[in-house]
């Protein structure tokens, strides 16, 4: 505990060293008007700053584009909506875009005084139906220093077809270069051939642990409640930390802040809908959505008596709201909760809860704070008897990972620099596994022990606009993870062949808040960017990353039932280093219709976990005996073209890929691909608007992808009529099953607009898997029934046919 209490005595010397500064530099009364002049005592530099918000709904707008037409410099709104712009004294035009709103251009008078400009922007119906992933300015994607993300806007995605007609953003991404899956029916995403659990997925802050709803064929994020959805790939910026592959950082509507707004949607699969409305006069607002599948209920009458009162559905509830208490001090309270439940007499669920706090301060007008107080628990169980058949007969696990987190981040505006800076604490509470069996009325209770870890960081960063063609961004993280008791440790022989069990030769025990194991890592970042000309320019960025937790699992396909573990005395935090480097131009008519990136990548990671043939992985408490430590490697480019505008209008992406690990007692110590490789995958999104059809839309979506790797065996043993397969080279991963390839399609029918109604609506028609492809998940090999001494490949698909479906959505 002693470097817990150095690091927060450095950290609260940093805060208050900042808070101090910042009050000396704000000792001057503001007024409510949009636009106003404050006091200072400065004589060189002031700065223009403010919130710009949507005109419609108050919402606060992410990523707008504040530029200097004098200077040919400016900044881009934070997640709030909060820019800063410090200029020499003198008469500036501003001019504020952001794609689908109608831009602006305002003349600043500076003299010796700071400016405060807080703007409304309109919304451009028109634009939304031709931009699919958004950039949030011209030339965007060429001139802001970001590579390897990518920002998607929700109100586009409702276009693009989807399964059973349902927007999802999981499955969305998954139509960007660089993001895949192992296949229909798997949870999660793989970023640059990471797995899983290497992905930080956050909503309004909070980590969510699972994203998956119905074994992955939904995501946990309610569209009607989403406002922004940004994919990091690579140049990470040093506020964010604790996994080596992406972050998705998924942001929730505030809440229309002028009027009352009702949404929903009809499906086949579920049913939604979202309230929000203004509160206090204009000063607060709150947004409420919730969505229910109701298959279980359809189902219903077409069960057997087996499966009667079978339970297969999932919920969430989705709540955000905020109050603006004067011009510095806003805050904002946000929550999720959602469950999956599946089974009849064998079943298990699992759930989401997040609740987020956050309090946005602005100490002048180049300081900006935000801070963040969060609480994320993922929980999963097993049970036997979900109906009561057998009340004296049953067995049930329960497993959670719980999370509890203080994170101060911090916005300083200094001309050219933008400085962000800040700190994070997170306390890990691992749950991984308690079970109670029954069997006649006796009952008995047995487990694993509770795991502890506390997660510390403190980060700088700095964007940096060197010339008008040069532009740098650099930061500098450094984490520190304590795995703490109460709780065991193991000590296990090291003398045992690679790929064998190793037993426990020593046992320690620890006591509360003991440290049984710290780990420190320094994590630099790095990214430059250089305007060749004004549609052309070249990227390069490094990052290196720290990932304490760890998801273990040795199945093709990550489950829900998956155990979360901390770094431990046996485990050690898994390290990824990413160098990529980017080509970017727009072209075409007036140089914006149409967009294009190459990028490429290597990443070296370090401490990748596999296990020993055989593993445990249930209720096992020596399960660190039976994982083994390799390094991995992940390396391809990037290919993406987008028309913006037109009637025809949409992307291709290819990714050339490959992924591959080296343990020592796997594969003969050789490196093997890993179960998520993919070597080739192309998508396509197209959307079509007839001119002569103005109420129809029409999209389509096409995935060919390469196979993922799996294990066969190259012989086998024969004893009588029996055949064991036998994998004789030791080989891992030594085949491909066949390539995956899909085409969906999508139809929109805009409802009728009548004069003073205020109703939209909208009927979406879908076809997922139109030409019926019989993709497969996994290949498997069982004795053929007629003779037993021959081996049969079988061919598992998930969806193998047509799936049509429609849609209903309204807006009030």
């Known amino acids: 505990m002693k470097n817990d209490i150095q690091f927060w005595i450095v950290c609260t010397f940093v805060s208050l060293l900042v808070v101090s500064t910042g009050k000396a530099q704000n000792g001057q009364n503001t007024n409510t008007l949009d636009t106003y002049q404050t006091n200072s005592n400065r004589t060189a530099a002031l700065t223009v700053s403010g919130y710009i918000k949507d005109a419609a709904n108050g919402e606060g ?104 007609g349902e927007v999802d953003v999981i499955r969305s991404i998954q139509l960007l270069p660089g993001v895949s899956t192992v296949g229909e029916g798997a949870t999660g995403f793989n970023v640059r051939g990471g797995s899983i659990d290497q992905n930080l997925v956050l909503l309004d802050e909070a980590p969510v642990y699972n994203s998956s709803h119905l074994f992955g064929f939904f995501s946990v994020f309610n569209p009607d409640a989403v406002k922004d959805v940004k994919l990091i790939k690579g140049g990470i910026p040093s506020n964010y930390g604790g996994r080596i592959a992406s972050i998705l950082d998924v942001r929730l509507k505030e809440g229309n802040a002028k009027k009352p707004e009702l949404n929903g949607g009809i499906g086949l699969i579920f049913s939604r809908l979202s309230y929000e409305r203004p509160l206090f006069k204009g000063k607060g607002s709150f947004i409420v959505a919730g969505r229910r599948s109701y298959a279980d209920i359809l189902a219903q009458p077409f069960l057997n008596s087996d499966l009667k009162g079978a339970k297969f559905y999932f919920y969430d509830l989705t709540a955000k709201g905020n109050y603006r208490i004067n011009d510095k001090n806003t805050v904002f309270l946000s929550g999720y909760l959602g469950r999956d439940v599946f089974g009849s007499d064998f079943g298990f669920n699992w759930g989401n809860t997040t609740l987020s706090a956050r309090w946005n301060h602005v100490f002048s007008d180049r300081l900006f704070l935000n801070t963040t107080a969060y609480y994320s628990n993922y929980d999963y169980s097993l049970n036997t008897d979900l109906k009561g058949k057998r009340p004296n007969d049953f067995f049930k696990t329960d497993s959670r990972i719980v999370d509890y987190s203080l994170k101060p981040d911090f916005s300083l505006f200094l001309g050219k620099n933008t400085i962000t800076f800040g700190g994070q604490s997170i306390y890990h509470d691992f749950q991984p596994g308690m079970a109670t069996a029954a069997s006649g009325g006796s009952v008995r209770t047995f487990g694993l022990e509770s795991k502890y870890a506390l997660e510390n960081a403190l980060y700088v960063g700095n964007e940096q606009q060197l010339t008008p063609k040069l532009q740098l961004q650099y930061g500098l993280r450094y984490s520190l993870f304590n795995y703490v008791g109460p709780g065991e440790a193991y000590v296990f022989q090291t003398d045992v062949p690679f790929g064998q069990r190793r037993e426990v030769i020593t046992t320690l025990s620890y006591k509360g808040n003991k440290t049984i194991k710290t780990y420190g890592n320094w994590e630099p970042r790095f990214s430059a960017k250089y305007e060749l000309n004004g549609n052309t320019s070249l990227k390069l960025s490094y990052n290196r990353l720290a990932q304490y937790i760890h998801l273990i699992s040795n199945t093709s396909a990550s489950t829900p039932l998956d155990i979360w573990t901390p770094s431990t005395n046996n485990i050690a935090p898994q390290i990824g280093d990413q160098i990529a480097a980017g080509y970017f131009k727009n072209f075409g008519k007036n140089g914006q219709e149409f967009e294009a990136s190459v990028e490429v990548y290597y990443k070296w990671l370090q401490n990748q976990i596999d296990y020993i043939d055989g593993a445990s992985l249930i209720l096992n408490k020596y399960l660190e005996g039976d994982l083994l430590k390799g390094k991995g490697r992940a390396y391809g480019a990037e290919f993406f073209i987008k028309r913006n505008t037109g009637v025809v209008n949409g992307w291709i992406s290819y990714t050339l890929a490959k992924t591959e690990r080296q343990v020592a007692g796997i594969n003969n110590g050789d490196w093997y691909p890993t179960r998520f490789d993919k070597r080739h995958t192309l998508t396509s999104v197209l959307l079509f608007d007839p001119p002569n059809a103005k109420r129809w839309s029409f999209s389509a979506t096409f995935t060919l992808a390469s196979g993922t790797p799996a294990t066969f065996p190259t012989n086998r043993f024969e004893f009588g009529d029996f055949v064991v397969p036998h994998n004789y080279e030791n080989a891992r991963n030594n085949y491909r099953i066949p390539a995956y390839h899909r085409l969906d399609l999508a139809a929109t029918l805009q409802g009728r607009k009548r004069p003073g109604k205020k109703k939209e609506d909208n009927w979406v028609f879908s076809v997922y898997n139109a030409y019926a492809r019989k993709n497969p998940f996994s290949v498997y090999f069982q004795p053929n029934a007629d003779n037993p001494r021959v081996t049969e490949a079988i061919r598992y698909s998930v969806f193998a046919t047509i799936i049509p479906s429609v849609t209903y959505n309204f807006k009030f």
């Not at 709103?101 to 400009?117: C, E, F, G, H």
């Open 61 to 164: 707008l992410i990523g707008v584009s504040v530029y200097v037409k004098e200077t040919g410099t400016g900044a881009v709104t934070n997640n709030y909506g909060f820019y800063g712009v410090t200029l020499q004294p003198g008469t500036y035009s501003l001019v504020i875009s952001y794609v689908g709103y109608a831009k602006q251009t305002k003349t600043v008078a500076l003299s010796d005084k700071n400016v405060r400009l807080d703007l409304e922007l309109e919304q451009e119906g028109k634009d939304l139906q031709e931009v699919i992933v958004s950039t949030k300015r011209e030339d965007d994607n060429v001139k802001n220093i970001e590579m390897s993300v990518n920002r998607i806007d929700v109100k586009t995605l409702q276009r693009i077809p989807a399964l059973l």
